[in-house]
């Protein structure tokens, strides 16, 4: 049984554990208080939070049964060494759970607030349904040869595959309505500083082991934190610099792309906009010339 060399070291990483536990959990209140102080889901993309359902539920199934079963530790341990530790710490499991229970939340806010147009397209859906039925498939040549470890591990590549699909429809979401009005600037914030405490919480565990295997051990959560720091540069690239938010506020119930577009127009189109000052002057002339004739 493995067990830490260091004392510093060991409470270093449960530090940086529970700081990204802490950030990452922290990061998905301010959409939901976003939400709820605008009444409207309008800017949030319905895609990104179906799919990042998927990918919690599968990561709080990997972490859970890595930590929890005993079956799936004597694989891991079977096949990375017996003096390998766990790659999994409590406070992943208890992340995966808050995550699954906000996001949930988050889902029902948009079934009860202003959604304009907005909806799940019919490619996430279909994503969903190939990602459950790929896991069923798995579950089902799993079962008969007691392959636990494989198929926790299938959980953690959905989670990964998951994490690259979810932020895709966000991104471009912004970039065709060329802003992030509606989409939380901070929970992006909090989830790199997560991501990079997490990252950390690896090395310190292989510095201490003076082994590797906890990164290829658990690909899974060493892709989850580089891919989640790399769209949240993007993320912060595309509110801060290339769409920042305007001071005006708009109404919550009105889409912000139309708004933008039909200010757009008028600024074109100056006849419009001196519309109403046109009609008195002609008025008070066609009046003149009456009295004059």
């Not at 599968?58 to 859970?64: P, R």
């Not at 979810?166 to 992006?188: E, H, L």
């Not at 690896?202 to 934190?225: E, P």
């Not at 200010?263 to 009295?291: A, D, V």
Request: aromatic share 16%; net charge positive.
């Amino acid at each position: 049984m493995a067990s830490w060399n260091s004392v510093p070291l060991e409470v270093l990483y449960n530090v940086l554990g529970w700081v990204a536990f802490v950030s990452w959990s922290i990061s998905f209140y301010p959409q939901v208080i976003l939400n709820f102080r605008r009444k409207s889901v309008v800017g949030l993309n319905f895609d990104f939070v179906v799919l990042n359902l998927t990918k919690h539920s599968s990561y709080l199934i990997y972490n859970a049964s890595m930590f929890f079963s005993s079956a799936v530790q004597w694989q891991y341990r079977h096949r990375y060494g017996n003096n390998e530790m766990i790659p999994v710490a409590a406070n992943d499991v208890a992340f995966s759970t808050h995550a699954v229970l906000l996001t949930a939340f988050t889902l029902f806010q948009i079934s009860i607030y202003d959604r304009g147009n907005q909806k799940v397209s019919k490619i996430a859906l279909a994503i969903v349904s190939v990602a459950w039925l790929s896991v069923a498939i798995c579950v089902f040549v799993a079962f008969p040869k007691h392959s636990w470890l494989w198929l926790v591990s299938c959980f953690n590549t959905l989670q990964v595959v998951m994490t690259v699909t979810k932020y895709i429809p966000q991104a471009v979401m912004n970039f065709r309505r060329k802003s992030t009005i509606g989409f939380s600037i901070g929970n992006i914030l909090l989830d790199l500083f997560g991501g990079v405490t997490n990252y950390g919480q690896m090395a310190v565990q292989s510095i201490d082991q003076n082994s590797w295997v906890n990164f290829y051990g658990n690909i899974g959560k060493t892709l989850l934190s580089l891919v989640s720091i790399f769209f949240d540069f993007l993320f912060i690239v595309q509110h801060y610099v290339l769409y920042p938010s305007r001071k005006e506020v708009a109404s919550p119930n009105v889409d912000v792309a139309w708004m933008t577009r039909t200010q757009k127009k008028k600024r074109t189109c100056p006849q419009l906009t001196n519309q109403n000052t046109l009609l008195p002057k002609f008025s008070h002339l066609q009046s003149s010339i009456n009295s004059y004739i």
